[in-house]
């Protein structure tokens, strides 16, 4: 997989808000769809899944949406806390084929 | 469960050497093992795919003579990168994935070569 970027995009949210982050992805064929949390220095910790045949996915005070017409997933993050600050990235995949990563969005939590 | 770690943490070598990376599954049997490269300020990239006992699958623009991927066992890869130069310098993840789909991530290692 493929991603390039040299300028993550940021969003910016107090603490005790709703977060939404949103992704793009490019396979109309990715039956699997996972959202990662990395913070500075450390791997990529799984947060949350989804397959194709669902459009809808909830976990604690997180919830994905998958809208496979356009292509689109998103990450909502109930009552943000500093904790969550992180670059998020959206992954997919085929099967059980390697992940293809997005190119990530920062996750800034003002306290 | 669904511990995955890696080791070293971090390395610091010259150029022209050798540094190997191991990649555990602690708690799981990982029939597939998947190496990945990030540049700081970017997402991870692929660099391959291995399978328990067979041999490692490479991404394109991967030099598979320069980074020996083993997959000898159901809880143990290792990745060796072989004459290390300073373009090499990057942060190297693993990530395991058993009877499911979901890919479980090491800590990563961060490789300086100088």
């Known amino acids: 997989g493929e991603s390039v970027g040299l300028h993550l995009p940021t969003l910016s949210v107090q603490e005790g808000d709703n977060s939404i982050i949103n992704c793009a992805y490019s396979n109309s064929a990715s039956d699997y769809f996972i959202w990662y949390k990395q913070e500075s220095g450390k791997g990529p910790q799984f947060i949350i899944d989804?397959?194709?045949?669902?459009d809808k996915r909830q976990g604690q005070r997180v919830t994905v949406l998958l809208n496979k017409t356009v292509k689109h997933l998103s990450l909502q993050i109930a009552a943000t806390q500093p904790g969550d600050s992180a670059v998020y990235f959206c992954?997919?995949?085929?099967?059980?084929?390697?992940?293809?990563f997005g190119s990530g969005t920062r996750l800034q939590v003002q306290p | 469960g669904a511990v995955v770690s890696q080791h070293p943490s971090w390395v610091i070598c010259k150029s022209g050497t050798s540094v190997k990376i191991e990649c555990r599954s602690l708690?799981?049997?990982?029939?597939?093992m998947f190496w990945y490269r990030q540049f700081p300020k970017q997402s991870l990239m692929l660099m391959a795919t291995?399978?328990?006992?067979?041999?490692?699958?490479?991404e394109q623009g991967v030099e598979k003579d320069k980074f020996l991927i083993n997959h000898a066992s159901l809880t143990l890869s290792t990745l060796t990168v072989t004459s290390a130069h300073p373009e090499d310098s990057s942060f190297y993840i693993c990530s395991a994935s058993g009877y499911t789909d979901t890919q479980y991530f090491g800590p990563g290692t961060r490789l300086t070569v100088l």
């Open positions: 989804i397959r194709s045949n669902m």
């Open positions: 291995s399978n328990e006992g067979s041999k490692a699958t490479y």
């Open positions: 992954a997919e995949a085929t099967g059980r084929r390697a992940l293809t």
């Open positions: 708690d799981f049997q990982a029939t597939t």
